[in-house]
C-alpha cells in the first residue's frame, strides 16, 4: 500500500465573468459578489499539485461528483486518505458543490450521498482531515451543531470556518469525532443595521486566521 493521500477537489460551476469584487453578505451565511471563483480554484490547485501538497486535484459539479473523485483516487492508489480539501461556497452548517449540500440532512441514512459517505469512511486513514474551505459553514449555531456531526459521520476531523473567506482564512476550526465545539456561535458574524446575523469578513487580526498558502492547520486548531 502507498503513502496516504492528500487530495483537493474544486467547484466547477462559479464560471462567472470576472468583477470588482463587493461583497454581498446573505443571512444565511453565504456571500457573493466576487464572480467566477473557479477559475482561482483551479490554479490553487494546480499550485497544490506543483508544490507536492496533494496527490491529486479534481474539478466538481456536485457532491456525488466530488466524492467519487475522492474514492476513485483512494482506489487507484491503493492508499488512504489523509486530507481531503473541498473549495467552494459555503454557509452557515453547509457547503454546496454546484447546486448539491453538505449539510446535516445530506448525513442522515436516507440521504442520495449516504453510500458514497460510507465508501468515502472506509477510505480515510486514521486521524484524517477532511478540510470544508468554504465560507462560514463553522459559522453560527448551524455550524457548531454541522462541524460534530459531520466527524462523527466520517470518523475523521473535520476543519473549516466561521467567516467569509478569501486570502484570509480566519475563524479556522477543527473537530474530531466524539469532541465538541470549542468556539462560540458568535465567532466570525455580527448583526447588520437591520438585526439579520451575518458572516464577518476573513481579516489578518480575526481570530484563528491563516494565509491561504499555509500548509496545514496550527497546532490544536
Given at each position: 500500500m502507498s503513502f496516504p493521500l492528500r487530495l483537493v477537489v474544486w467547484d466547477a460551476t462559479d464560471v462567472a465573468p470576472l468583477r470588482v469584487p463587493r461583497v454581498i453578505r446573505r443571512d444565511d451565511g453565504t456571500a457573493e459578489g466576487t464572480g467566477g471563483l473557479s477559475r482561482w480554484w483551479r490554479l490553487g490547485a494546480g499550485l497544490h499539485r506543483a508544490l507536492y501538497r496533494a496527490g491529486a486535484t479534481a474539478p466538481a459539479s456536485s457532491w456525488e461528483e466530488a466524492l467519487?473523485?475522492?474514492?476513485?483516487?483512494?482506489?487507484?492508489?491503493?492508499?488512504?486518505?489523509?486530507?481531503?480539501?473541498?473549495?467552494?461556497?459555503?454557509?452557515?452548517?453547509?457547503?454546496?458543490?454546484?447546486?448539491?449540500?453538505?449539510?446535516?440532512?445530506?448525513?442522515?441514512?436516507?440521504?442520495?450521498?449516504?453510500?458514497?459517505?460510507?465508501?468515502?469512511?472506509?477510505?480515510?486513514a486514521k486521524d484524517a482531515l477532511v478540510w470544508l474551505r468554504c465560507c462560514s459553514a463553522l459559522g453560527a449555531e448551524a455550524g457548531r451543531t454541522f462541524a460534530p456531526e459531520l466527524a462523527a459521520r466520517l470518523g475523521a476531523r473535520v476543519a473549516g470556518h466561521t467567516s467569509i473567506i478569501g486570502e484570509w482564512l480566519s475563524g479556522t476550526h477543527s473537530v474530531a469525532p466524539a469532541e465538541s465545539p470549542r468556539w462560540s456561535p458568535e465567532e466570525g458574524t455580527e448583526r447588520t443595521r437591520e438585526g439579520a446575523v451575518v458572516a464577518r469578513v476573513s481579516s489578518a487580526g480575526a481570530p484563528n486566521t491563516i494565509f491561504m498558502l499555509r500548509r496545514g492547520l496550527p497546532r490544536g486548531w
Amino acid at each position: 500500500m502507498s503513502f496516504p493521500l492528500r487530495l483537493v477537489v474544486w467547484d466547477a460551476t462559479d464560471v462567472a465573468p470576472l468583477r470588482v469584487p463587493r461583497v454581498i453578505r446573505r443571512d444565511d451565511g453565504t456571500a457573493e459578489g466576487t464572480g467566477g471563483l473557479s477559475r482561482w480554484w483551479r490554479l490553487g490547485a494546480g499550485l497544490h499539485r506543483a508544490l507536492y501538497r496533494a496527490g491529486a486535484t479534481a474539478p466538481a459539479s456536485s457532491w456525488e461528483e466530488a466524492l467519487r473523485f475522492a474514492i476513485a483516487a483512494s482506489e487507484r492508489a491503493d492508499a488512504p486518505i489523509a486530507e481531503l480539501q473541498a473549495w467552494g461556497h459555503g454557509g452557515f452548517g453547509f457547503m454546496r458543490m454546484g447546486e448539491s449540500r453538505l449539510d446535516r440532512e445530506a448525513l442522515g441514512r436516507a440521504s442520495k450521498l449516504a453510500p458514497l459517505l460510507d465508501a468515502l469512511r472506509a477510505r480515510l486513514a486514521k486521524d484524517a482531515l477532511v478540510w470544508l474551505r468554504c465560507c462560514s459553514a463553522l459559522g453560527a449555531e448551524a455550524g457548531r451543531t454541522f462541524a460534530p456531526e459531520l466527524a462523527a459521520r466520517l470518523g475523521a476531523r473535520v476543519a473549516g470556518h466561521t467567516s467569509i473567506i478569501g486570502e484570509w482564512l480566519s475563524g479556522t476550526h477543527s473537530v474530531a469525532p466524539a469532541e465538541s465545539p470549542r468556539w462560540s456561535p458568535e465567532e466570525g458574524t455580527e448583526r447588520t443595521r437591520e438585526g439579520a446575523v451575518v458572516a464577518r469578513v476573513s481579516s489578518a487580526g480575526a481570530p484563528n486566521t491563516i494565509f491561504m498558502l499555509r500548509r496545514g492547520l496550527p497546532r490544536g486548531w
